[in-house]
């Protein structure tokens, strides 16, 4: 952690345009239902209540889902910072995301319409999907996988990868999934801290046209990995691949003989039993393994996609990230499936063949609901307006944004471009050890560009000092919730030391190493990472304010700021541009970006350095990796790079 850690940041960016909902949103949305029913008809009053009536919220919206037996307790705070939601209730999210809907309309819906790379499509109901993944189930029960076993799962983005989540879930085995495009030691690595019994794999598959030999990195992988029994293969592209006796076999023949009539009773879980590990990276050391929890995951995970989502019964909602992260286990699988929605899951990437082929597919499926990333939209806002303009997105109704924080600008090409000037955008901060999204509108508050804006029902958001002492509206601190919550991770696997940095870094709140403010009118907005905070002449800048800076210039369309050491200043700016097609690197636009920060955020922010660059480095989900950028600049070790994309 960053030196500077103790201090203050400064917020140099001032957003003064705000955007209220309309009527008709407030009217029909979901968590104005919600409200009502407690008495409420204005947000910010209903929240305070919630504050104070944490429990009653979350038995309300756990009574939602079904439980094999009731919790006796909604919260205990055992051995502080480890705590218990819903003890002693038994529950299978599974059963939440296909068994219950088997006794509904929900039961012929389409659960995912796929596509993939190439453009070839499929669909599957919520009663297929029920069917396939009981016989897989079965499949893995036939290879002696049972509950509380770890299982690998290393695939591309296909239904396939979905049942396999869904049928380890189900036997009440753990998942650790792995994003289909890490390398071989990043698998290894983390097949072995999990102690993996099992992996599923596929032969290969494409993605922008690029074929990724998934086995032969899976066989890379386990041949240094002393726990993997078993190898399933599921055969996506007919590749030929090497198995290997008795170990490997095909996803084919290990169901041959299970018949579709098929069931595998869902295994009754504690809610407190494991549902997955998913690796997170660390700044130094192995990536940690952050436990999510069978019960308060559950809960978490629905009620935020039924709130921020607001999903209806014929919404399509599309989440562009990959199930490899935890937007795409949350907001691709669980938290859409036990809303009984219909999904589209896809393969591709966002530029591949054409920079239209996201709105193309938006365009196609109909798509109602679009949850990405900042980086996906400033990737694709270098391409111009003239791409989404030729699709008709007029299905869309709310936009939502994922991973970091969106800057004012992309925020209003998103709104103007694929929003039609109208749909309200879900900026919702959370993150992997949260479970699920703590800060963010819903469709009934007012927005307002670049910020996450207020926390959700229950979640006691704040900004703070070193010693947890809120700041004040107005100062840059550290962002912390003050009291757990249902989704919350439970430990670091095989290693709860490093789960107490999250509640000790400052006194008595969780603390994950995000810089904030919340304005004059109560609008939070998150600054970026600590580690990225710069700190010149003694004033601490986010790295995101001066990023967004040179974003909403016309010849930019992506860039990285880093603090480098200044004898005079402490630290000066450097950034790293990489421009948008059509312009071209010379000494005049790099003065006029300069020009440009000082004109749009003051002196103090200038770079001092500016450097045009092709690309960034950027983890697989698409955050810039700062941290590496700074270590190379500077000489120094870069750390673990094991979620480096290319
Ligand atoms: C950043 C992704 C600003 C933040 C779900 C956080 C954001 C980290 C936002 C977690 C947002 C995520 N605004 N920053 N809306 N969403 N972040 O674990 O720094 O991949 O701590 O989880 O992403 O990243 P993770």
């Not at 016309?554 to 603090?563: D, F, R, S, Y």
Request: hydrophobic residues 40%; aromatic residues 10%.
């Amino acid at each position: 952690m960053s030196s500077n850690l103790f201090e203050d940041t400064d917020s140099i960016l001032s957003e003064e345009r705000i955007f209220p909902p309309t009527q008709e949103m407030v009217d029909n949305a979901n968590i104005t239902a919600y409200m009502k029913s407690k008495g409420f008809d204005e947000y910010e009053a209903f929240y305070k209540w919630s504050l104070e009536n944490r429990y009653e919220y979350w038995d309300d919206m756990a009574k939602e889902l079904h439980w094999f037996e009731p919790w006796q307790k909604t919260f205990e705070w055992t051995e502080k910072p480890f705590f218990k939601w819903f003890v002693g209730g038994k529950i299978n999210i599974v059963y939440n995301c296909l068994d219950r809907h088997m006794e509904t309309d929900v039961r012929h819906k389409v659960a995912f319409h796929w596509e993939g790379d190439g453009g070839e499509t499929r669909s599957i109901t919520y009663e297929q999907l029920y069917v396939e993944t009981n016989r897989l189930a079965k499949g893995l029960q036939n290879l002696g996988i049972k509950k509380g076993d770890r299982v690998a799962i290393y695939m591309p983005a296909i239904l396939e990868q979905i049942v396999a989540v869904l049928a380890v879930a189900r036997l009440g085995a753990v998942h650790t999934v792995v994003f289909g495009g890490f390398a071989a030691s990043a698998l290894r690595d983390r097949i072995i801290d999990a102690e993996a019994k099992l992996v599923i794999t596929a032969d290969g598959n494409h993605r922008g046209g690029k074929l990724i030999k998934l086995k032969q990195i899976s066989d890379e992988a386990v041949a240094e990995t002393p726990t993997i029994e078993h190898v399933v293969v599921y055969n996506h592209q007919q590749l030929e691949v090497p198995m290997k006796e008795g170990r490997d076999i095909y996803w084919n023949d290990l169901l041959a003989d299970v018949p579709a009539d098929t069931v595998v009773p869902c295994e009754p879980m504690d809610s407190e039993d494991l549902l997955y590990i998913l690796y997170t990276s660390g700044s130094t050391g192995k990536p940690k393994g952050v436990v999510h929890v069978q019960g308060g995951y559950a809960v978490g995970a629905y009620a935020t996609t039924k709130f921020v989502f607001d999903i209806k019964d014929d919404d399509i909602y599309w989440c562009t990230a990959d199930v490899g992260w935890v937007t795409g286990h949350s907001y691709i699988i669980y938290g859409p499936l036990m809303t009984g929605v219909t999904s589209v899951l896809f393969e591709g990437t966002p530029a591949y063949p054409n920079p239209d082929r996201w709105w193309s597919v938006a365009e196609r499926f109909k798509v109602t609901i679009l949850y990405t990333s900042p980086t996906g939209i400033r990737g694709l806002m270098r391409f111009g307006e003239e791409w989404p303009a030729k699709h008709d997105l007029s299905h869309l109704r709310l936009l939502g944004s994922v991973g970091e924080p969106i800057n004012p600008e992309a925020w209003m090409w998103y709104r103007h471009n694929i929003g039609h000037d109208e749909l309200p955008i879900m900026d919702t901060w959370w993150q992997t050890e949260t479970g699920s999204i703590l800060i963010s509108p819903t469709i009934i508050q007012p927005l307002k560009p670049g910020s996450a804006t207020r926390p959700l029902p229950t979640i006691e958001a704040d900004v703070v000092d070193k010693n947890s002492k809120s700041v004040g509206l107005g100062k840059g601190g550290f962002l912390v919730i003050r009291h757990p919550w249902p989704s919350q991770m439970r430990t670091i696997y095989g290693d709860p030391a490093r789960y107490l940095t999250y509640w000790e870094t400052l006194p008595n709140v969780y603390f994950a190493g995000d810089a904030a403010t919340i304005d004059k009118q109560g609008f939070i907005r998150v600054q970026g990472r600590v580690d990225d905070v710069i700190k010149v002449s003694g004033h601490r800048l986010g790295s995101m304010e001066i990023e967004s800076s040179l974003v909403s210039h016309p010849a930019v369309a992506e860039v990285a700021a880093i603090g480098k050491p200044d004898e005079l200043k402490g630290e000066h700016v450097k950034v790293f541009v990489i421009l948008k097609n059509g312009f071209e690197p010379s000494d005049e636009l790099a003065k006029e970006l300069k020009l440009h920060v000082r004109t749009t955020v003051g002196a103090l922010a200038v770079p001092e350095e500016l450097e045009f660059t092709p690309s960034l480095p950027k983890t697989r989900s698409g955050k810039i990796m700062r941290r590496v950028i700074r270590a190379k600049e500077l000489g120094e070790p870069v750390g673990d790079t094991s979620t480096l994309d290319g």
